[in-house]
């Protein structure tokens, strides 16, 4: 391990997984985790949907706009440094069992990790009930066409 870090509440060391420790994981899996402990799924699918449904409306939709759904830094911007259980994110080099296995470890640190998780459920739902959801639009025959029983 390279560069470990220590808790900003306690300074242990973060391979003591202090009680401050919320989750450590590889970067990649770093939203799926988050995600999954705040037994969010079903807020967090409605608020993607949302915010999707709005950038379209809005005509602003544009894949990199979609990062917040993968980039641990993004989502942490969006989503978690807003949050008062929210203490810290750090990154670590953590090297597997088998050369060519390393990777970047996410390491998220709050001083009630449990409140945060709760609280990160509530960010979901409370950002996804603020975006209007997308109505299909009236299936209007456009002025080309004649309307049925014309």
């Not at 590889?26 to 705040?38: G, H, K, P, S």
């Not at 994110?89 to 998780?117: I, N």
């Not at 950002?127 to 299936?139: C, D, F, I, Y």
Request: hydrophobic fraction near 40%.
């Amino acid at each position: 391990m390279l560069g470990e870090k220590k808790c900003p509440f306690c300074a242990a060391d973060s391979s003591k997984q202090c009680r401050h420790l919320a989750l450590v994981t590889e970067a990649r899996n770093f939203v799926r985790r988050c995600v999954e402990l705040c037994q969010g799924e079903r807020q967090w699918q409605r608020l993607c949907d949302a915010r999707r449904a709005h950038l379209r409306l809005s005509g602003e939709w544009a894949p990199e706009r979609e990062d917040f759904m993968w980039l641990e830094t993004a989502f942490s911007n969006d989503f978690l440094k807003r949050l008062i259980w929210f203490g810290n994110m750090d990154y670590e080099w953590r090297t597997g069992p088998r050369a060519g296995q390393g990777g970047f470890w996410v390491l998220l640190w709050s001083k009630e990790p449990q409140r945060l998780w709760w609280e990160l459920r509530d960010e979901f739902e409370r950002q996804g009930n603020r975006l209007p959801v997308e109505k299909p639009a009236p299936s209007a025959p456009g002025p080309w066409l004649f309307a049925p029983g014309a």
